[in-house]
């Protein structure tokens, strides 16, 4: 589990800033994830509900960002083939080191892993984060859910041995 203050600049009375990270399989992530999901795919980004589920989520290694009452903040999942995806936090959520703290605990899996390298479809907007956590961009941006994004890579180190 990663516990993480955030620096939101608004007096801790008025907006909660305790969240943790914890790794979970799909059977375990599903109701958490999906209301997640649903709220920012679905209904900000208006994702066809067809488009957002599929086969790869029970064969995946899930984040999820819980808040200090174990309500879901955040989530993001890792395919065995190395490629990150469905990274979404709650709107009140953004800008809080939510979605970092989310990727670090990918990459960090995905290099305990052994895995050489990750990939994401970044959406567009977005790709500045990637960035800097040093992910590369590859090929031209395309359209995928109706929404432009770009593929994104990073090639993994080993985690030094502790």
Known sequence: MIE???????APSLMQTRFNIQLMTWSDALPLARAVREQVFIVEQG???????????????HAIALDAGSKAIGTARLLPGGRIGRMAVLAHWRRRGVGAALLNALLRLAR??????????AQTHAAGFYRRFGFSPRGDEFIEAGISHQEMSLTLTRAPEQ
């Open 47 to 61: 994702v066809p509900r067809e488009l957002e589920w599929d086969d790869w989520d029970e064969r995946s290694d």
């Open 4 to 10: 993480t203050d955030s620096d939101s600049g608004i």
């Open 112 to 121: 305990e892993k052994g895995m050489p390298e990750v990939l994401l479809h």
